[in-house]
């Protein structure tokens, strides 16, 4: 029978969700078989088979509509086949696998008379997938995530799918509120394009947490120990204030953390909620607790199974004591203290177990630590992997333990400190340990990951100090993987040029000594009136030189490091400005009225040549950032093994670092020098160690003063029109430092840690105190004035030492004559003249008296480079010092 399929209301529902419909037949011809009269109703006999009708054997299936599938795969995926029955199941189910293939974006099955169509309308094909909206979370985070890529066949649920997986990934982001709306742009050959078009909405911040049942601690100190925090004004840096799924997981092991510290043994978490608000920007998060009593410990002792161990010895050094509060963080210590010291002892796989004895009784909680029996291990075999430019040996040489030694966990975490401490792999390297071939024998295992070591770098910046500075350095840390460092760089600024040449090599014919050498040219221009926009340059010192330096270690910790320098030093004046023909012999000199005592002290060209030795101490834990240890150093310098220049210079400096305060880093340095000149130069107020070779101090060294801003000075003072003279800095004719022989530095820092987000961005606060002096120069004699209507000045003040005064006009002495006309006994004779505004020149800073800074200063790691700011205040100060109260540096590099 042809017609159409009638199918039952449920069927009908099915195949419209599935977007297929079954449609009615057309009549075809058949054969004469099928058109006989139909036999006379027999009479009934018992169970007769059924017949079917010749109509509703599928004669032939025809595909209509498809394009890029064949009709051998389409019908493959249904159960309709020829020669078989035609009935309604069959073809319900045929739509149902159809629609499960998810090919096509419409389908139908039809039946005329035995011959059955399938029609068909494939799904297009995916041209591009298009993000729309999205400014929080870049294309390269979301197109990963989103599995419907081009030239894939486009489905309703694999766009589905990527709508709740971009969703997800911000509500990774914490933002809860974000929407993706798919839309599908139709393109020719059946092709289009899938746009997402995304709605990021606010973050979702955390806008309050309630803890309920606390009694013993307030809200407050409960909320500081987890890492979720409220939002607030004061949080717009932190990245903890959005809602995270797994840090409110993670809050739950901390306040539970916290109590157990504490003591409160049974505490619990009951329940923790987290409520979106209606608006889907805050949340609200609700912790339910229960304290329970606090605990105290009771008998706390050491059973050792070690032969090594005396356990009544160890119980007697244990930290916690009968009565002492519970401390579940001092037992972890305590389990990780003993762990150490038996693999100190070679007992590499040695199992502490604390065993507990609670009494709620009494509320003791009481302790036995147990080393449990273990072999002692010895090492098998040290195996490198990884490192394709550096070679094996610059591994091996940090190992501080060979094959055959017997185990000891403090060399495996020395090594892997100096592993680390290369800088050529991996921050979060760690010694493997593996078990060998046999239970007393173990692998240490270096598996690195090795990073670039080459630096190229072109920068340029703008400092406080310094104005413009371009620089340009090239650098190779692991040359050739030797673990060697060449390098060259040249600096350019106002007041100062650079070239250096290194190399080092620090193990010298493969064994533990080190050595190197630098080649460098150094330009510097000394300046006058520091306070002043309008700095003139008064001299210039040119050095070329070099130095080789040899080290040999001591001690795990501690070396010594033998140098030798060589330098010729240049030091000159303009003699357009500075110098003046006094004799008349056409001859110019150096005229101390118009350069200073000191400067035409400096000028001429010297050579030093300089032998030290420098004995120095490091236990930090890192050498580019020390966040705990010790660390030291003494140095001597000797110049006078030829050359023309005689001194002994001693350097000392220590450091401490402490982590403390969960984050914070604590750190005091101290710093001090002396030099003591060897060549004894004649003259009145004339110091044994030249102007170059003395110490400076100021800015960077330390902060709140501008450079060389501390220490002896020269200044000279204009007059106002009553003959008073000015103090103001910004008035001074010059002011220029000359340094000192002795100096000491001391600072006390504190770096604030910030949340995760400041982290990210590089940011390091810090507060600090710094205290220091430069002293001890021979303080310049003061002169008589020799010019007409000039003053015999020898008073001294309080605020230095008064050195000369000048008036409008003077005329330089030459030769004298035998008749007075002055008063003096000697009468001078005018050879050349020149007006000079009068002036005051005064000595001034030659104090130890401390001076102090306090400050609060930013190190920040920008995309354009290091910035450093400081914010200081100078809490003691000796007159003639150079305070700033702002300062800040910053370096592009492109």
């Known amino acids: 029978m042809a017609g159409e399929q009638h199918l039952k209301p449920a069927a009908r529902l099915a195949l419209a969700l599935l977007g297929g419909t079954i449609l009615a037949g057309m009549p075809v011809s058949v054969s004469a078989q099928d058109t006989a009269p139909p036999a006379a109703q027999p009479t009934p006999q018992p169970a007769p088979q059924p017949v079917v009708p010749q109509q509703d054997i599928i004669q032939s299936i025809t595909v209509v509509g498809s394009e890029r599938l064949e009709a051998p795969t389409i019908l493959s995926y249904i159960g309709l086949r020829v020669g078989e029955p035609y009935t309604q199941a069959d073809a319900d189910q045929a739509l149902k696998d159809l629609a499960a293939t998810e090919l096509f974006s419409n389908f139908s099955v039809r039946n005329d008379n035995g011959n059955v169509v399938i029609n068909v309308t494939e799904n297009p094909v995916v041209n591009r997938i298009i993000l729309e909206g999205n400014k929080r979370i870049k294309n390269d985070k979301i197109l990963p995530e989103i599995k419907l890529t081009a030239r894939q066949i486009f489905t309703r649920s694999k766009v589905r799918a990527d709508v709740a997986r971009i969703i997800e990934l911000y509500k990774r982001q914490g933002r809860f509120a974000a929407t993706v709306e798919p839309k599908m742009v139709e393109l020719s050959q059946n092709r289009v394009d899938i746009v997402f078009e995304i709605s990021e909405g606010p973050k979702s911040k955390v806008r309050q947490i309630n803890i309920i049942g606390n009694e013993k601690f307030s809200d407050g100190d409960l909320r500081s120990e987890m890492v ?437 880093i604590l750190s005091f340095t101290g710093e001090g020098g002396y030099i003591k000149g060897l060549k004894d130069r004649e003259g009145e107020g004339v110091d044994d160690v030249l102007l170059t070779d003395r110490f400076f101090l100021g800015e960077p060294q330390m902060r709140g003063f501008d450079i060389r801003g501390v220490g002896p000075r020269v200044i000279r003072r204009q007059f106002d029109i009553d003959g008073v003279p000015l103090t103001d800095p910004e008035t001074y004719l010059s002011d220029d430092a000359i340094g000192g022989n002795t100096y000491y530095l001391a600072r006390a820092e504190l770096e604030i840690p910030l949340g995760s987000g400041a982290r990210e961005l590089g940011l390091r606060p810090s507060i600090y105190v710094d205290v220091g002096a430069l002293f001890n120069v021979t303080a310049p004699e003061p002169i008589l004035s020799p010019f007409p209507g000039g003053i015999s000045i020898q008073d001294r003040n309080a605020a230095g030492e008064l050195l000369y005064l000048i008036p409008a006009t003077a005329t330089t002495p030459a030769t004298p004559t035998t008749s007075p006309n002055n008063g003096m006994g000697t009468d001078y004779a005018p050879i050349i003249a020149f007006t000079a505004p009068p002036f005051q020149e005064v000595f001034l800073g030659n104090s130890a008296s401390p001076r102090v800074v306090v400050g609060v200063g930013v190190n920040w790691n920008s995309p354009f480079g290091p910035f450093r700011i400081d914010f200081t205040h100078a809490l003691r100060t000796v007159e003639g010092d150079d305070t700033k109260k702002f300062s800040f540096n910053v370096g592009t590099q492109f």
């Open 228 to 664: 979720t925090k409220q939002a607030r004004l004061t949080s717009f840096l932190s990245s903890n204030t959005s809602y995270d799924p797994d840090r409110l997981a993670f809050d739950q092991q901390k306040l539970r953390q916290f109590y157990l510290t504490e003591g409160y043994a049974d505490f619990r978490v009951v329940s923790a909620v987290a409520e979106l608000t209606p608006d889907k920007r805050d949340f609200i998060i609700t912790y339910v607790v229960e304290e329970g009593e606090r605990y105290k410990f009771g008998d706390v002792k050491v059973e050792s199974e070690l032969r090594d161990f005396d356990s009544e010895r160890m119980t007697e050094n244990l930290r916690m004591k009968t009565g002492d509060w519970y401390d579940a963080k001092s037992v972890e210590d305590t389990v990780e203290q003993l762990s150490e010291l038996a693999g100190t002892f070679g007992y590499a796989f040695a199992e502490v177990q604390p065993n507990f004895d609670r009494s709620q009784e009494d509320l003791t909680m009481g302790i036995t630590y147990v080393l449990r029996e273990a072999p002692r291990v010895y090492v098998e075999r040290l195996d490198v992997n990884g490192n394709t430019l550096t070679q094996d040996k610059v591994l091996r040489r940090e190992f501080r333990l060979a094959e055959g030694d017997a185990f000891n966990s403090l060399q495996v975490k020395r090594t892997t400190n100096r592993i680390k401490s290369l800088g050529f792999f991996q921050e979060n390297f760690e010694v493997e340990q593996k078990p060998g071939s046999a239970p007393d024998r173990i692998i240490l295992e270096a598996n690195v990951e090795e990073q670039p070591t080459g630096e190229l770098q072109l920068s340029a910046g703008f400092s406080s100090i310094e104005s413009f500075i371009l620089s340009g350095s090239i650098r190779q840390r692991n040359f050739r993987g030797r673990g060697q460092t060449v390098g060259a760089s040249v600096n350019y600024s106002r007041f100062s040029r650079s070239f250096n040449l290194s190399f080092s090599e620090p193990y010298l014919f493969d064994r533990n000594i080190s050595a190197g050498i630098d080649l460098y040219r150094r330009d510097f221009n000394s300046f006058s009136n520091l306070s002043s926009r309008n700095r003139d340059t008064t001299f210039s010192q040119s050095t070329t030189g070099g130095s080789l330096r040899a080290g040999v270690a001591l001690t795990e910790f501690m070396s010594l490091i033998g140098s030798y320098t060589f330098n010729y030093d240049q030091v000159t004046l303009d003699e357009r400005t500075f110098f003046l023909d006094l004799d008349g012999d056409g001859v110019a000199t150096c005229e101390p009225l118009r350069a200073g005592r000191f400067l035409c002290d400096a000028i001429g060209n010297r050579v030093s040549s300089i032998l030290g030795a420098t004995l120095a101490y490091d236990a930090t834990d890192s050498r580019f950032r020390p966040t705990r240890g010790r660390a030291a150093s003494v140095g001597v310098e000797f110049a006078g093994l030829g050359g023309s220049v005689r001194y002994v210079r001693v350097r000392a400096k220590a450091a401490q670092y402490y982590n403390v305060f969960n984050g914070f």
